[in-house]
Structures are given as C-alpha cells and as structure tokens.
DNA sequence: CATTTTTATTGGATCGATTCAAATTTCCGC
DNA sequence: GCGGAAATTTGAATCGATCCAATAAAAATG
C-alpha cells in the first residue's frame, strides 16, 4: 500500500483520470463539482477510475487560480503567532472572527512574522480574500504593507490618523472619561498613568512632546479622554505621571518602579489595558499594598480574565467579540467601500476600586 | 485615487506590467522575485511602471500554482474554530505549532466544521501542505477525511488502533498509573473516573462492553493504567464507576451528579482531564465539599489553569507545547515516514490531594 | 421518419504566475 | 576589431483545475 503510494513520482491530476476513464478533462471536472450534469454511467466509472487510480480529488491550489476566491480571511499581527492564542484581548477578539467565518464557512490564516522581512514576505504571499490587522506596536507599517496587496482589509483600532483605511475600534476619548471620573467620584485625588505606546519602541515617562507627537491615536484619546475628565476636578493633569509600557510584564513592572518610586504616591491607577491592570494587581499586592484599599485601580478592554482576579477588576470594557464578528463581516462581504465604525464602551464596577483613603 | 482603482475592470497581471515595459514575462517575473538576476536598469523601468499601474506585487494563487508549496500548515478540528482560542489544552498545543511555524516562517490556516458536510469540503479545500488533527469527537471522520487529500498529517493523540496513521501522543497507561497510585498512596480506596469518550456521542456510565469496544484507545488506555495499578492495592475496579462525558461542563456536572448520587461516595476522583477536574473542583466547592479535605481530584493534560485555580490541581502533565512543536516539525520537514512518537508524562503534585480522610 | 428540443460531452481558452533551455547582448583581452 | 566567456533576455511549456461555446447524442414532438 505504501510503496504503491510511494511508486507514483508525480500526483495524479485530473487529466490523467480522464484520459484513463476515455473521457474530456471537463467532463472529468464536471464529475467532481457539478456530478449532477454528468450522466450516471459516466459518473460512476469515472469515479471508479479514479478511485483505483488514486486520485486526492480535484487539488485546490488549480481550482484557486481559476475561482479567484480562497475563502479565508487574514489575521495580521506584528506579534509572534502565540500571541493569538496567549494574549486575553485577542483571544476574544479571535471568538468573535472565529464565529462570523464559522457561519460562512471561511477559513482564517494566521499571519504573523517577529521579523520585518519575514513580515514583508507573509503578508505579500498569505492566501487570503482580505486581512484583518491587529495593529498594536509597528501597525503603522502593518497597515503600509497590507495596502499594497490590495485586498480588502480592516484595521482593528481605530489608532490610525489615516481616514482612508478601515477600522473598527471604541471610543477612547469617552471610555477613558468614564474611567477617571468613576475613580474622581470615589474621591481620588494623586492618579497615575499606565500607558500604552505613543509611537513605536518607547517606554517610560511620557512628555507633553512624545504625547502631541503620538502615532497612535488610540493612546492619545485615551489619555485624552482621563486628562480633559480630571480637569473638570480641578486636577491639575500635568502632575499625572504618564508612563508608556510595552503592554507586557517587564516593561508594565519598571513603570509602576518608577511611578512609586517618586514622592507622592497615586491612590488611584488609570491602565490603559486590563493587561497591565493585572500586572498592576499583582505587583502592589506583592509590594504589600493592598488594592483597593491603598491604591485602586481602573483597566480597560473588559478581558474574561479581569473578572476572575482578586480583586476583580474594574474595568472600561469594550464589545471586543462583536467587533471581531464585524471586522470578519467586513471582510467576508466587502464591498469596496472604508468603512469606520466606533462602537461604545461600558464602565463596569468591580472590587479594584473604592473610596479614596482619607489624608 | 479610488475613481482610478474602481475603473480597472480587472487587476493588473504580471504579463500586463511586461508588456507595458516592454519586456518579456519571463524578465518581469524576475523583477519581482529574483531582482539581482536582472539589468539594474530594466529592473527599475519595469518597477516604476508596475509602480504607476497600480500593480499589487505577483499574486500568490499564480505562484502558488507553479510553487506547489503553500507553505501553511492545516489545524482541524471537528469543534468550532473558537475551540483554538478557548480550550486551554488547544491553546497550549497550538502555541508549540505556533513556535515552529514562526521559526520557518510557516503560516496556519484553521480549519473546523460544526456540521458534517462543512467538514469536508473545508478539509478538501484547505490550502495547506499538511495537516495536524486535533483527534477529540468524530476524530476517526476527520482521519478518513484528511488521508483523501493524501497530504502529510499527523494526529494528535494516539488514540487510534491504526498504525498507518503518523500521531503524536502520549504514554496514557503509564500517565494514569501515576495518578492511581499517588492516590492510592495517600490512603484512598475509594475511587470515582471522569471519563472521555471511549466513542463518538456517547454519555453516562460505561458498562464493560463499552471499554472493551473503544474507538478511541487513549481514554481505554487511560483506564487501564488506573485500574492496574489500583488492582495492585487489592481495589476491586470493578466497584468504581466510570463516567462517560463530552469533556464539557454540562455532561461532568451530570456525571457528577450521577456518581455522588450512588450510595458509597468516592474520596478520590480520577478525572481524563484537566478541564473536567477543574469543572468536579468547581462543582465539589458549591457542594460543600473540601478539596482535598473531603474528596481528593487528580486532573490529566497539565494545562496552565491547573496551577491557578483554588486548591492548585495535581495532575498529570504532557509535554503539550513540545508535542505540538513536534507535530509542527512532521509537517514542515515530512519525509513521508509513518511516525508515531510516545511522550512521557509526570506527575505534578500541588493542593488538590490530600490524605484519605479515615473511616 | 424528419425535426425540434433537451441533455451530455468535448476541447480550447483562461486563471497568474515561474522555469529553463536557447537566443541574444554585453564585456574583455589581445 | 574579433573570438569567446559571461551576463541578460526571451518565449514556450507548465502548474491543475474550471468555464463555456460549440458539437454530438438522445429524447420528444409532429
């Protein structure tokens, strides 16, 4: 059995059946797509053919070429190909593409690259009908390279500048509002920022110029949204250390260094992700502090896993499977035209908030 | 810009942007793919009108064709796509792919059918060069399904009686032996088994017919090495109840039911996984049962939320990202050898077993 | 039985690239 | 300025299917 698999230098095609089974390539086509146009008799030894012949059934990589369709959505990411199945937010956000291509039938394809040429390279040849790109550090260039396949494609995050490119993602600037002023009614006064990042490749404390500079809109609406909402407390934001983390441990562990590290310590964290929320969570508690008793802490994304810390975690929480299925739907049923769509966030109380300590 | 797009009928081919410069396709090919092959001065001629056409670059369905490598590795299941993202055995596994695949630069395009007839057309038109099947429900159909293709795949879990099939798993018996005797060494003598499946779409008690006529050989195996090493303590395994689940919450929670409501209540539960130990924790806690305190639980998978949940499982973990990373490798560099690797497993003690409680 | 209609089958064109042996140019040294 | 080596370029063949207009065969109709 194996040898005689072995034996056969090249895979049989679809011509070799039909010029065994003394029939027309297209009849023999026909017999595997459309097997009701064909008649019974014909049908039957053809297929008898090409059963003791061997053959796989039509290869999928002639049938593509011709049907123009691969029907399979890209993901992109800049992170390695883990990333889709370690980080919280996009496994969430991977449920929700996962069920619009479920329903349809899609496939989805994994593209990634750590490195920029492979990046280049995966994006250029992934057989997709269109991407969806989660643009976090280096989306920037994601996005560049994406458009030069001309594919349909959706940027998730609406943290571009660029109004020609479509995007889902929330609003930053009321999500953000939500977030400060939940902790100012609490009575919060000494506030630090856990950040993400304003442009590629940076971390620590943010200045007014790397803030007006930012690349990434998303960042500087959120933060944004916190500072215009503080004001309005008589807060004076400039004081706010601002520190820009890569979204990870370490770079989430150096901030809160150093933020802590300076003379007056915040009674209140302002994350822009749950991610470093949870990172914050451990890292006081670890440190002694307890949450929300000495310092209370406010994430945002709205990740499963936020509800099953201790505390829970409160949270600014975005529709993260709905965008996911939209995104998919995007894609799926393009019609050519950009699209951007801002979708609303909810404040959602947990235990790592409370009342302010006195004094 | 848009207006100009939107006027092309048809995307621009490679043999439009030669004949255009002026060069033959063969000369135009090989601007894009080997650019050093070419006169500096054609190359740039050509990429300026390819620029000015508006040209996405070679499409990959045309290379692909020619290539005959796509250079992407299948992931099946018979789940739901969201299964990659939610399970946390799935997503351990899929990290080890994930670290091979980005290592050479592979993608993974996922595959999945809830309904049947899904199933196999998305197996059949998978643009792969392999395959790696995740073997739970309905795994002996995605095994005939994939060997039609006649590409290289790998199972996961040996579960399977046939030897032709290339499958990565590991040492059930052994595995289920460590966890026997660890808790019959702490003193336990009576014993209750979460099962999965020993064939498709079945629920509930198995009866001895049922084992003898496993499908699946994994959970028979398991089985076994619990009860061979429980006889070796003088229990009667013919006592023990052995529940059948779909390794979900709903039928454990059943089998649970079912097995408490019997009159000799178990001090220790052998669960076939990691998921329907964390479900019997869960389920054992909401009783007012004490784990270890009360009933002692040993999981099967070592996935990572053993470790967090309260009382931390003991269990019995399998090198899960190694094995992926192994099935990934099969694929990448297959060499048409049938393989089937055993991997060891180990015992990892942590708080959810404790003594016998006397009497 | 001739004629029209319906049903099946055929074979060439096409999808969009890559490859490679052969033809052509360019480059060198003398 | 010439011969031969080296560097480029050409264009036909190929990858594996599907599609479709034309043709052939079978069935229905008069």
Redesign the interface.
């Known amino acids: 059995?194996?040898s005689l698999?072995?034996g056969q230098a090249r895979?049989i095609r679809l011509a070799d059946i039909a010029k065994a089974a003394g029939v027309s390539h297209g009849t023999a086509s026909n017999v595997f797509s459309r097997p009701e146009i064909v008649r019974a008799e014909v049908r039957e030894r053809v297929k008898a053919v090409a059963e003791q012949m061997?053959y796989?059934?039509p290869d999928?990589?002639?049938?593509?070429?011709r049907a123009?369709k691969?029907?399979?959505i890209g993901v992109a990411t800049t992170e390695?190909?883990?990333y889709?199945?370690?980080d919280p937010f996009a496994?969430?956000m991977?449920?929700g593409i996962?069920?619009a291509?479920?329903a349809t039938?899609a496939?989805?394809?994994?593209?990634?690259?750590?490195n920029q040429e492979?990046l280049a390279?995966?994006i250029?040849?992934?057989?997709v009908d269109g991407f969806i790109l989660f643009c976090i550090e280096g989306g920037s260039r994601l996005v560049d390279l994406t458009r030069?396949?001309?594919?349909p494609f959706v940027a998730l995050e609406l943290g571009f500048q660029d109004e020609t490119v479509s995007a889902i993602g929330v609003d930053n600037v009321a999500g953000a509002r939500l977030a400060a002023r939940h902790l100012a009614d609490l009575g919060h006064r000494r506030f630090a920022v856990l950040s993400l990042a304003f442009a590629d490749n940076r971390t620590g404390f943010a200045t007014p110029e790397i803030v007006r500079g930012a690349l990434y809109t998303g960042t500087r609406d959120r933060l944004a949204g916190y500072f215009e909402e503080l004001s309005r407390f008589g807060i004076d934001t400039a004081k706010i250390p601002v520190y820009e983390t890569e979204n990870e441990e370490k770079s989430t562990r150096a901030g809160l260094e150093a933020i802590f590290a300076k003379g007056e310590q915040p009674t209140a964290i302002l994350a822009m992700s749950d991610r470093m929320a949870l990172i914050a969570i451990e890292w006081l508690k670890a440190r002694g502090l307890s949450v929300p008793g000495d310092v209370s802490i406010v994430g945002f994304d709205g990740v499963p896993d936020g509800a099953l810390c201790t505390p829970p975690l409160t949270t600014i929480a975005q529709p993260i499977t709905e965008i996911g299925r939209r995104a998919a739907r995007m894609i799926l049923d393009h019609d050519?035209a950009v699209r951007r769509e801002t979708m609303g966030v909810k404040l959602i109380v947990r235990a790592s908030t409370g009342p302010a300590r006195k004094g």
Chains 1, 2 share one sequence.
């Open positions: 059995m194996a698999l072995e895979p061997g796989a059934g999928p990589k002639g049938r593509l070429l123009g691969v029907n399979a390695p190909l883990s889709f199945f370690d496994r969430v991977m449920a996962s069920e291509c479920d039938g496939g989805i394809a994994l593209v990634s690259a750590a492979k390279w995966n250029q040849s992934a057989l030069e396949r001309r594919l050519g």
